[in-house]
């Protein structure tokens, strides 16, 4: 189904939220989540039959994923004239269980979350060069704020320094995943053709053929340079992080996250990642001492103007992420 083909949120009905959620961005878009509706509430579970071990051991980048569903949530909530209460990581003897959301009738401030509304179903992750254009300070002004909003943090990187030194880890990224058999498999079981309805699309006829590709050879030389050119050459380049490291600061920079992209997306901008530096553990450290963060760095993005619309990557359908009570 297009995204834009939804039935908008309605408020006496919450499970009306839940399509606008599964939009969030996910890691290899394995859209990492459940829900479950009782009473009035939005239940928000982490499926961890969806976790990547190579890529993601600690399932971090799948709570952040999640994280960003539970904006999703919020924000059509506050389209249908609802604030949400959310209880991020409640007591519970289920683990999965990340988030509980409440909702009551919104006051004006809330309302102002459903500005963003629209823009939930024009995000995309736009991976190619952005247009030369520069982003206005007013721009990454308001992105830096929603990024605060959240409670977690976004450091545009100004100085050339700092760009060239988060460049060349991104690439000596690539090329450790690269060289890891494991993380190649990974990846290449999740490309497979869109009407799965998850992972990273590629026509069916040549899915067989990239898979092959991509779990047999090292690549990580020329993604590593490619990768580095996108680093240095995108308008801006930002490191979004928390003060903790717990999962539930994944939680919040997961929701800080879908804040920052959907804020962007307004000021008419898209982004991509660079995770590689955060991925892996010891360029992490480096990343964090080199930039002097203010705690944990948990996603490296570009942001740019894009110079075309991307077609929508793929969900799954609502009802089969939906569990009946
Ligand atoms: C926590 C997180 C980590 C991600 N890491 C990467 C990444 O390292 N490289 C990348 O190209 N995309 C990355 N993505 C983007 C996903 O691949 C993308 O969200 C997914 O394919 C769905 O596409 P969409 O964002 O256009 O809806 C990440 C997304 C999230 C939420």
């Given at each position: 189904?297009?995204?834009?083909?939804?039935?908008?949120?309605?408020?006496?009905?919450v499970?009306?939220?839940?399509?606008?959620?599964?939009?969030a961005p996910?890691?290899?878009?394995t859209?990492?989540?459940?829900?479950?509706?009782?009473?009035?509430?939005?239940?928000?579970?982490?499926?961890?039959?969806k976790a990547?071990?190579?890529?993601?051991?600690d399932?971090?980048?799948?709570?952040?994923?999640?994280?960003?569903?539970?904006?999703n949530?919020?924000i059509?909530a506050a389209?249908?004239?609802?604030?949400?209460?959310?209880?991020i990581?409640?007591?519970?003897?289920?683990?999965?269980?990340l988030?509980?959301?409440?909702?009551?009738?919104?006051?004006d401030?809330?309302?102002s979350?459903?500005e963003?509304?629209r823009?939930i179903?024009?995000?995309?992750?736009?991976?190619?060069?952005?247009?030369?254009?520069a982003?206005?300070?007013?721009?990454?002004?308001?992105?830096?704020?929603?990024?605060?909003?959240?409670?977690?943090?976004?450091?545009?990187?100004?100085?050339?320094?700092d760009r060239?030194?988060?460049?060349?880890?991104?690439?000596?990224?690539?090329?450790?995943?690269?060289?890891?058999?494991?993380?190649?498999?990974?990846?290449?079981a999740?490309?497979?053709?869109r009407?799965?309805?998850?992972?990273l699309?590629?026509?069916?006829?040549?899915?067989?053929?990239?898979?092959v590709?991509?779990?047999?050879?090292?690549?990580?030389?020329?993604?590593g340079?490619?990768?580095?050119?996108?680093?240095?050459?995108?308008?801006?380049?930002?490191v979004?992080?928390?003060?903790?490291?717990?999962?539930?600061?994944?939680?919040?920079?997961?929701?800080?996250?879908?804040?920052?992209?959907?804020?962007?997306?307004?000021?008419?901008l898209?982004?991509?990642y660079l995770?590689?530096?955060?991925?892996?553990?010891?360029l992490?450290?480096?990343?964090?001492?080199?930039?002097?963060?203010?705690?944990?760095?948990?996603?490296?993005?570009?942001?740019?103007f894009?110079?075309?619309?991307?077609?929508?990557?793929?969900r799954?359908?609502?009802?089969?992420?939906?569990?009946?009570?």
């Amino acid at each position: 189904m297009a995204y834009t083909q939804l039935s908008p949120p309605q408020a006496d009905d919450v499970s009306s939220l839940i399509p606008y959620a599964i939009l969030a961005p996910s890691s290899h878009n394995t859209q990492p989540w459940r829900f479950r509706v009782v009473d009035n509430s939005v239940y928000l579970y982490a499926d961890r039959t969806k976790a990547l071990p190579a890529n993601d051991p600690d399932d971090r980048e799948l709570t952040i994923s999640c994280g960003c569903a539970a904006m999703n949530l919020r924000i059509a909530a506050a389209h249908a004239g609802l604030a949400t209460h959310l209880e991020i990581l409640p007591h519970s003897e289920n683990d999965e269980l990340l988030a509980v959301a409440s909702f009551s009738n919104a006051s004006d401030t809330v309302l102002s979350d459903a500005e963003l509304f629209r823009f939930i179903v024009e995000r995309r992750t736009y991976r190619k060069r952005f247009t030369e254009e520069a982003i206005s300070d007013v721009a990454l002004q308001r992105l830096t704020e929603a990024a605060t909003a959240e409670q977690a943090w976004l450091q545009v990187l100004e100085h050339e320094s700092d760009r060239h030194c988060v460049s060349e880890l991104v690439s000596e990224g690539d090329a450790m995943q690269w060289a890891n058999p494991s993380w190649r498999r990974e990846l290449a079981a999740w490309m497979h053709p869109r009407r799965k309805g998850d992972g990273l699309p590629v026509p069916w006829l040549v899915a067989p053929f990239a898979q092959v590709v991509v779990r047999t050879f090292d690549m990580g030389n020329g993604i590593g340079a490619k990768d580095k050119e996108l680093a240095e050459q995108s308008p801006v380049l930002a490191v979004l992080g928390t003060a903790r490291d717990a999962p539930s600061d994944w939680f919040v920079a997961g929701q800080g996250l879908e804040r920052v992209l959907l804020t962007a997306c307004q000021n008419g901008l898209q982004a991509s990642y660079l995770n590689q530096a955060v991925q892996i553990p010891s360029l992490r450290t480096k990343l964090q001492h080199s930039l002097h963060c203010d705690g944990y760095p948990q996603i490296v993005l570009r942001l740019g103007f894009p110079s075309e619309t991307l077609p929508t990557s793929p969900r799954r359908n609502a009802l089969e992420v939906i569990d009946k009570v």
